[in-house]
């Protein structure tokens, strides 16, 4: 699919400045966005860590994956799954064996 969900590693109760526009700059390299949004607190505002991007086509998202996914971008690691809905499920717990 050309659809990946984002999670940045932060620690409990940190801030993430990281919104939308980071996100489409990071992922813009890759492909022709046709979303990248920052899931963002309805109270406070502040990003909540996790977003979703995707693209007009498979072959970007798979290279967005293979050069994004436990790299640091915007000071943080990110992590890059791709998946099949668009339903927003909010960050997987563990990184595996990052």
Do not use: H
């Amino acid at each position: 699919g050309a659809n990946l969900f984002i999670v940045r590693k932060c620690r409990r109760g940190e801030l993430d400045n990281f919104y939308d526009q980071e996100l489409r700059r990071a992922f813009e390299p890759y492909g022709t966005l046709l979303r990248a949004e920052m899931s963002v607190d309805p109270d406070t505002g502040n990003s909540k860590g996790f977003g979703f991007v995707s693209y007009d086509n498979a072959e970007s998202a798979n290279a967005a994956l293979a050069a994004l996914d436990r790299q640091e971008v915007g000071g943080k690691t990110m992590r890059v799954e791709k998946t099949s809905d668009e339903v927003s499920r909010g960050p997987k717990t563990g990184w595996g064996g990052a």
